[in-house]
């Protein structure tokens, strides 16, 4: 298409006059659609439309946090429910039955006509619209009353308390195991009898060691009498002072020594008597004999000083042994005891929650409405006569482009 064919610049721009003249002249059906629109959205409104109210109420949320302790027992069965997800709870279809029992709706009515708000980090509020102001205000004071069984259901807590009385059980059960394998163990092993025996063996040991002193110290004493005696004359008598000493180590039994019966080191018996006129050959002859008892006792002792220190020590060994298992036992049972009076203290905090009462609490009650919330007859009528009007002004465009149309059809 050139140039020459376009249309007029001017007719591409609408005369604000003209839009004026022709709405004047289509006054008529445009007061027409406004009052038809008008009515009719009056009548639909006041008189087919049910009115519907609603009724509000308030809730405060307080979930407690569980103890530590208590929360890593038991990480699974419980876990503090955020507000949001309980608010998105309170609208299941098994909460709403409880709430129209008896109402003469259903839960998916109430469902279609109630909602959950989230206020803030602990608050909740609750709407209900319904057929009359009395329903609605009934309705949601119910399923208020209901938040706090609902909270304490989500909460957990008698079935945490159940679980935790459990551990408690299980704990005290593990200690009196423990304890019965300390008796069990102290008996099979007979701990008394082996540290009775272990006391003899010390005891033994000991009057050993002795024997063993004063058998070196008697034949220390012998050898002294003896080179003494050497250098005196066989026929002279031996001296008061030390014939008692002398004949005390000739008299005494070497072969079967006792721990109260062995010589004191240095020491001499002057209740000894020795016999009256002793003379150096004789008290030698007498030395030689109770030199070898000596030696003999000596080294009889000595073998019994090794035995001794040997069962001693693999005695000790074994009752050590016995005792450190024996330990082991005793700190399991005392561990499992502990935990046993740690749950027990923690589990105050249970009867503590019952104590504390309610989860959750209504803060606002909620009554019957004054005035329905819809329809809302004003707003209706209002968009009713605004499409109106622009029915009509659509509808006197489309007329007015139909009969220009048709006279420059006929020119």
Known sequence: MGFSKLPPEDEYFIDFRQFIALLWRGKWLLLAFLVVFSVGAWVISAKFLHPRYRAEATVSVNFARVP?????????????????????????????????????????EMRAHARVEVLGRDSLRLTVAANNPELAARLVNKWADMVDDEARALYNLDALEKQWQSLIQSDWQKYQKFSEQVHNFWADKNLDLLSANLSKIKSDYACALRRQEALTIAQGEITHFKSMLSSLPQD?????????????????????????????????????????????????????????NVADAQKQTDERVLSLKSKLQSSALELKELNDELGQLNNLRASAFSEYKSFKSQAVWFKYMKRKGAIARVLQKATPPPAPYSPRVALNVALAAFTGLALGVILLFIKDWWERSSKEGGE
């Not at 876990?79 to 909460?95: C, G, H, K, M």
């Not at 020795?274 to 030698?284: D, H, K």
Request: hydrophobic share 40%; charged share 20%; net charge negative.
């Open 236 to 292: 002279q008598p031996v001296s008061p002072e030390d014939a008692p000493h002398i004949w005390q180590l000739v008299i005494s039994d070497w072969k079967n020594p006792t721990c109260d019966s062995v010589l004191a080191p240095g020491g001499a018996l002057v209740s000894v008597t020795p016999p009256e006129g002793l003379t150096a050959g004789e008290a030698l002859k007498a030395l030689d004999r109770a030199e070898q």
């Open 68 to 108: 530590a302790g208590i929360s890593a027992r038991l990480p699974t069965l419980y876990y503090v429910p955020d507000i949001r997800t309980f608010a998105e709870a309170l609208r299941q279809e098994s909460v709403l039955q409880k709430v129209v029992e008896g109402e003469g709706i259903s839960a998916e």
